[in-house]
């Protein structure tokens, strides 16, 4: 069992920057595939980025390549997501899963994920 708490969320300028946390309980932390998803007011929820249990691969979905970056603390249970540029279209509430997939193609399924955190609303204004 794996229980992920994300913090760091809030209200942000465009152009801005925040760092998203997602603390997880449980010994088996560094064997799961961690993902950061987001969800808009009216849409689906859409996959951000991942990060390998090594942190040796990374996978982001276009729309934020080159603005965020995430990454793990396995010492400390804890995976970030540094997000920088933030535009008015990254509004949504921001959530964290976990994942023993390790293939890109179900890593991108929220579907694939087998624990989520209660979410992080971050809102960026024009």
């Known amino acids: 069992q794996v229980q992920l708490v994300e913090s760091g969320g809030g209200l942000v300028q465009a152009g801005g920057s925040l760092r998203l946390s997602c603390a997880a309980s449980?010994?088996?932390?560094?064997?799961?595939?961690m993902g950061w998803f987001r969800q808009a007011p009216g849409k689906e929820r859409e996959f951000v980025s991942a990060?390998?249990?090594?942190?040796?691969?990374?996978y982001y979905a276009d729309s934020v390549k080159g603005r965020f970056t995430i990454s793990r603390d396995n010492a400390k249970n804890t995976v970030y997501l540094q997000m920088n540029s933030l535009k008015p279209e990254d509004t949504a509430n921001y959530f964290c899963?976990?994942?023993?997939?390790?293939?890109?193609?179900?890593?991108?399924?929220?579907?694939?994920?087998?624990?989520w955190g209660q979410g992080a609303q971050v809102t960026v204004s024009s």
């Open positions: 449980g010994r088996t932390f560094s064997t799961y595939t």
């Open positions: 899963g976990a994942t023993t997939r390790n293939i890109y193609y179900y890593i991108k399924r929220g579907a694939s994920y087998d624990y």
């Open positions: 990060i390998s249990w090594s942190g040796g691969n990374t």
